[in-house]
């Protein structure tokens, strides 16, 4: 039986974790392409990590003390987590309160509720919020996913693995294998199928954390470490999976699943073959390295609401920014470590009396600062801007609540089958209009709707590829031929497009900076591939178009929307604290709310001339006859909020489509 020593290897391997995933978050640049994709790894390093410690810890209190309390194991967690959880979140309060909108700051609100009760996973998946995506860089305290899963997995494992301590150690290693083998296939089951579910909920992460538990016993029950007469080669193995994954995994690895068993069997490895002195183990054991495994947990929690904050303000662009605010995390790391961390670790010098009451005031001045807070927003803001949706895409949901933007299936709302089908086709461009069109024609009409939309747009015989990886459904060309194939099996179909075309006949590259007078950076996206390469993509759009107008009564296609180069609420918002907007009704006259007209026609030239060649009987919808004149292209009118950011259209700027989209639809005689 072995007596829980420290390992400074494993605090090295923390170093590691938390390296990738800061890198990551950065989301630095090399030779066109983000470096360190695969860094998201770092927090399934931490999770084996957690599980061999926790296991280690109850196996040393239970068999060989015989001293375990379960009162004092959730104190010692508490203490570990909390005390520094809630600094980080009462030292960027006062940041997120002066520039975040009003609906972001109340959704930052609600994160903190969950955060703290340790719930965060669930609010982040049922709030649509895509890990790794743009509008989650945004979320200060996203990253708290993790930590809820851990805290999911104390409290509950510590009472069933204590239970299973009374059986043969056999039943023990049985049960655990048993939980091992049904997460990793649920986890692989649900990344094909429900991958945000998969990515934030404990029942696709407790594999991971039972591997650790798995190799702590073997340690507390193995009288030799057989694996050590092989430290040397397995222990390199182990590192160079780990390392091997922070740089070729990417955002379309599905994750976790069977693949992400390359870097937990590579930190198994490590665990297991770092016990004794060899080159890994010297490595690993680096005082640096060791030091910065130390203040894993407080670098974890400081980086990302910085990072967040830095995004939110348009200033996280350069690397000299990006490593100025790691060294800022570093900093206030290493201070919350000495003087947080390790002050409520010690039960000597704050007691269970104290720390209860420093909980206890911390909740109230979190408490105290929200409602002050908010109702200072809601008096001093428009009305508008407070209640502002920024995420109209994400407005509709089926039946089962999911969001139908980026659903792998047709979200489809069905009042009788013999009703016209209204189909909804596009990118999140297309989203914004749904839900309107479903309170319009469905609610109130006798119409059917069906919308599949995603973050893409493209066509039968075309793939959306980056680099030479074919992006999967709903992004390829087989999404498109079951398009075809779903309309083509039902009657008085319309069918309604609008996408971000620009972006795609760009093939991947979108906006010069400062191009005319428009402040947009630099985007680049996924490219169109023909899978016959003699069709442009042109051609391709064209074909695809005429096809679905043969399968329907009547196909509308919304022109580009003009795009502004800058978040339209965040600049009101910035506007209003330097004094230089007072309410929207002024706002037509700054011309920093508002874009080239001039700029607009050249940007969509390539458009427009794809659009201009369809089919007469194509109802076509131009924007720019509603939101512009013959030199700007405005972002607010009849004091309405016409942008939810750069590009995307609000509530009340979809609704104006929509209207000419109504017109259209009355035209069409369904007998």
Same mark, same amino acid.
């Given at each position: 039986m072995i007596k829980p020593n420290y390992r400074p290897d494993i605090d090295g391997l923390r170093a590691l974790a938390v390296l990738s995933v800061v890198l990551y978050h950065a989301k630095f640049e090399a030779?066109?392409? *983000?470096?360190?994709?695969?860094?998201?790894?770092?927090?399934?390093?931490?999770?084996?990590?957690?599980?061999?410690?926790?296991?280690?810890?109850?196996?040393?209190?239970?068999? !060989?003390?015989?001293?375990? #309390?379960?009162?004092?194991?959730?104190?010692?967690?508490?203490?570990r987590l909390l005390p520094v959880l809630l600094i980080v979140v009462i030292s960027i309060y006062p940041f997120v309160t002066y520039f975040y909108l009003p609906i972001d700051f109340n959704n930052f609100v609600n994160s903190i509720n969950y955060t703290l009760i340790?719930?965060?996973?669930?609010?982040?998946?049922?709030?649509?919020?895509?890990?790794?995506? !743009?509008?989650?860089?945004l979320k200060p305290l996203l990253h708290t996913w993790s930590l809820s899963v851990?805290?999911?997995?104390?409290?509950?494992?510590?009472?069933?693995?204590?239970?299973?301590?009374?059986?043969? /150690?056999?039943?023990?290693?049985?049960?655990?294998?048993?939980?091992?083998? $049904?997460?990793?296939?649920?986890?692989?089951?649900?990344?094909?199928?429900?991958? #945000?579910?998969?990515?934030?909920?404990?029942?696709?992460?407790?594999?991971?954390?039972?591997?650790?538990? $798995?190799?702590?016993l073997y340690f507390f029950y193995s009288k030799k470490n057989f694996f050590s007469n092989h430290s040397k080669k397995f222990g390199i193995f182990g590192l160079g999976l780990i390392i091997f994954s922070i740089f070729f995994f990417n955002e379309?690895?599905?994750?976790?699943?069977?693949?992400?068993?390359?870097?937990?069997?590579?930190?198994? $490895?490590? *665990?297991?073959?770092?016990?004794?002195?060899?080159?890994?183990? /010297?490595?690993?054991?680096? /005082?640096?390295?060791?030091?910065?495994?130390?203040?894993?947990?407080?670098l974890y929690l400081w980086h990302y609401p910085i990072f967040a904050i830095a995004r939110y303000n348009d200033v996280f662009e350069s690397n000299f920014i990006k490593l100025s605010l790691i060294f800022l995390s570093l900093i206030l790391s290493i201070i919350s470590f000495y003087f947080i961390e390790k002050k409520f670790r010690n039960l000597k010098l704050i007691s269970r009396k104290k720390f209860y009451i420093f909980l206890a005031l911390?909740?109230?001045?979190?408490?105290?600062?929200?409602n002050y807070t908010l109702n200072y927003k809601i008096k001093n803001l428009p009305k508008d801007l407070v209640s502002f949706d920024y995420r109209p895409w994400q407005k509709l949901r089926n039946d089962n609540l999911i969001i139908c933007h980026n659903n792998q299936n047709f979200c489809k709302f069905i009042k009788k089958k013999e009703y016209p089908n209204i189909y909804i086709l596009g990118d999140s461009h297309a989203s914004v209009l749904m839900s309107g069109i479903k309170k319009d024609f469905v609610d109130k009409k006798n119409f059917n709707l069906i919308t599949t939309t995603s973050s893409c747009f493209g066509m039968p015989n075309?793939?959306?590829?980056?680099?030479?990886?074919?992006?999967?459904?709903?992004?390829?060309?087989?999404?498109?031929?079951?398009?075809? /194939?779903?309309?083509?099996?039902?009657?008085?179909?319309?069918?309604?497009?609008?996408?971000?075309?620009?972006?795609?006949?760009?093939?991947?590259e979108y906006f010069d900076n400062k191009q005319g007078d428009i402040e947009a950076n630099g985007e680049t996206f996924y490219q169109l591939k023909s899978i016959d390469k003699n069709i442009s993509i042109e051609q391709g759009y064209i074909n695809f178009f005429n096809k679905l107008n043969k399968i329907s009564k009547k196909v509308i296609v919304v022109y580009p929307v003009p795009e502004v180069g800058f978040n339209v609420p965040r600049r009101i918002l910035n506007l209003m604290k330097e004094k230089k907007l007072k309410n929207l009704n002024n706002?037509?006259?700054?011309?920093?709310?508002?874009t080239s007209y001039e700029v607009y026609i050249n940007r969509t030239k390539d458009s427009f001339d794809l659009l201009n060649k369809l089919n007469d009987n194509i109802g076509?919808?131009?924007?720019?006859?509603?939101?512009?004149?013959k030199k700007r292209c405005f972002t607010i009118l009849n004091n309405q909020i016409l942008y939810s950011d750069s590009n995307h259209l609000s509530l009340s700027g979809s609704k104006l489509i929509n209207e000419k989209i109504i017109n259209e639809i009355k035209k069409i005689n369904f007998e």
């Open positions: 030779f066109g392409s *983000i470096i360190f994709q695969g860094g998201y790894i770092g927090v399934d390093i931490f999770f084996v990590i957690s599980g061999f410690l926790i296991t280690r810890l109850i196996l040393f209190e239970k068999l !060989t003390l015989r001293r375990f #309390s379960f009162i004092n194991f959730y104190e010692r967690r508490l203490r340790f719930i965060s996973n669930f609010f982040f998946h049922y709030s649509g919020i895509e890990y790794g995506g !743009t509008s989650s860089l851990e805290e999911q997995f104390y409290i509950f494992f510590s009472v069933i693995f204590v239970a299973l301590l009374n059986f043969k /150690k056999q039943i023990l290693f049985f049960f655990i294998f048993i939980g091992i083998i $049904l997460s990793l296939l649920a986890s692989t089951y649900l990344a094909n199928n429900h991958p #945000s579910f998969n990515f934030y909920m404990i029942v696709s992460r407790i594999w991971e954390l039972l591997v650790g538990t $798995l190799i702590a379309n690895t599905k994750h976790p699943s069977i693949i992400t068993l390359l870097p937990i069997i590579g930190t198994s $490895l490590v *665990i297991l073959f770092c016990e004794k002195e060899n080159i890994i183990t /010297k490595i690993l054991s680096n /005082k640096n390295l060791v030091f910065l495994g130390l203040i894993s947990y407080s911390m909740l109230l001045i979190i408490l105290g600062a929200f075309f793939n959306f590829v980056k680099g030479d990886q074919i992006i999967q459904e709903p992004c390829n060309s087989q999404h498109y031929e079951n398009i075809l /194939k779903t309309i083509s099996a039902t009657n008085n179909n319309i069918i309604i497009i609008n996408a971000r075309f620009p972006l795609y006949l760009s093939n991947g706002a037509k006259s700054i011309k920093n709310l508002s076509k919808i131009y924007p720019h006859k509603i939101f512009c004149d």
